[in-house]
Nanobody
Framework: QVQLVESGGGLVQAGGSLRLSCVAS????????MGWYRQAPGKQRELVAY???????NYADAVRGRFTISRVNAPNTVYLQMNSLKPEDTAVYYC??????????WGQGTQVTISS
């Protein structure tokens, strides 16, 4: 089992910045990728960014160039630095860990609200 604790959400004006953090505990031996998803009201959950254990990174087109994902291994923590925020970035952001076997774990979510 893996437990994920997120922090860093909040309310900021458009153009501002936020940094999300997610600390993972438990059995991370089989973990491959750590990342972030988001879900806006009335929309499906979508990938924001992920980073693999070997350092590979992928971003959604909507955030590429504005968001930066990073990871440290002790403790297992993934960060999402979000700059130049837009109202359309408003969503609940979820931390995600995906194992090599395909199983995955989710955090409880943290609200990010961008005012125009």
């Amino acid at each position: 089992q893996v437990q994920l604790v997120e922090s860093g959400g909040g309310l900021v004006q458009a153009g501002g910045s936020l940094r999300l953090s997610c600390v993972a505990s438990g059995n991370m031996f089989s973990a491959n990728a750590m990342g972030w998803y988001r879900q806006a009201p009335g929309k499906q959950r979508e990938l924001v960014a992920y980073i693999t254990s070997s350092g590979g990174i992928n971003y959604a087109d909507a955030v590429r160039g504005r968001f930066t994902i990073s990871r440290v291994n002790a403790p297992n923590t993934v960060y999402l630095q979000m700059n130049s925020l837009k109202p359309e970035d408003t969503a609940v952001y979820y931390c995600n860990v995906r194992n090599y076997g395909g199983s995955q774990y989710w955090g409880q979510g943290t609200q990010v609200t961008i005012s125009s």
